[in-house]
């Protein structure tokens, strides 16, 4: 199994500014993924991140707004850019392991932008 | 293409009372894994069950169990003597080619 921290788990921001999530697993794994679950949504894979390369986004995500880092095989940050109130969700990161045999995802955050 | 559909939206029920969550699937692939996750107000995904597609076996798990049925896709969860703290938002999701794909949840309000 994975154990997933993820921080903050909860932040209050001014639009306009950026936040940086940060997302640590206690093994090494290939794959990282980010997504995003609006109010009352489901959710919505923002990007797949590889050590290595360059993240690999979705349609409709872009990385000017969403720009990822990937350093490690145990680390990735996401960062929410120039944030307006749409960007309000719960943002969480997840690894896949055994041939999708088993997902695990951090425990979130929630992010308000006023 | 894949997609997941739960139809319920939000459902309400009595404590001590059985209910079942619907979910369908579409996918043209052979092999994939079915996910069912809760997701209390807390906001943390917790991780109930997965199957892959070639093991349409039933499994009961406490209070929980799943009816997995190929010839409909469908990938059915219940939960007998609903509990309050069943209250949550529950989501199947569908899982191949390293990407998952949820459905829009159901809200299950269990109350006392």
């Known amino acids: 199994s994975a154990v997933i921290s993820q921080k903050p788990s909860r932040d209050i921001c001014q639009r306009g500014t950026s936040l940086t999530i940060q997302c640590q697993v206690d093994?090494?794994?290939?794959?990282m993924f980010w997504y995003r679950q609006q109010p009352g949504q489901s959710l919505t894979l923002i990007a797949t991140?590889?050590?290595?390369?360059?993240?690999?986004?979705e349609s409709g995500f872009v990385i000017d707004k969403f720009p990822i880092s990937r350093p490690n095989l145990t680390f990735s940050t996401l960062t929410v850019s120039n944030m307006s109130p749409e960007d309000s969700s719960i943002y969480l990161c997840?690894?896949?392991?055994?041939?999708?045999?088993?997902?695990?995802f951090g425990q979130g955050t929630r992010l308000t932008v006023v | 293409a894949q997609k997941v559909t739960q139809a319920q939206t939000e459902i309400s029920v009595v404590e001590k009372e059985d209910v079942t969550l619907d979910c369908v699937y579409e996918t043209r692939d052979t092999t994939y894994y079915l996910f069912w996750y809760k997701q209390p107000p807390s906001g943390e995904l917790v991780f109930l069950i997965r199957r892959n597609s070639f093991d349409e076996q039933n499994e009961i798990s406490g209070r929980y169990s799943w009816n997995f049925q190929k010839s409909t896709s469908s990938f059915n969860f219940t939960i007998t003597a609903s509990q309050v703290v069943d209250s949550a938002v529950y989501f199947c999701?569908?899982?191949?080619?390293?990407?998952?794909?949820f459905g829009s949840g159901t809200k299950l309000n269990v109350k006392p």
């Open positions: 093994s090494q794994v290939t794959m």
């Open positions: 997840s690894v896949v392991g055994g041939h999708g045999t088993e997902a695990f």
């Open positions: 999701a569908l899982y191949n080619f390293n990407k998952f794909y």
């Open positions: 991140a590889n050590q290595g390369s360059e993240a690999t986004y």
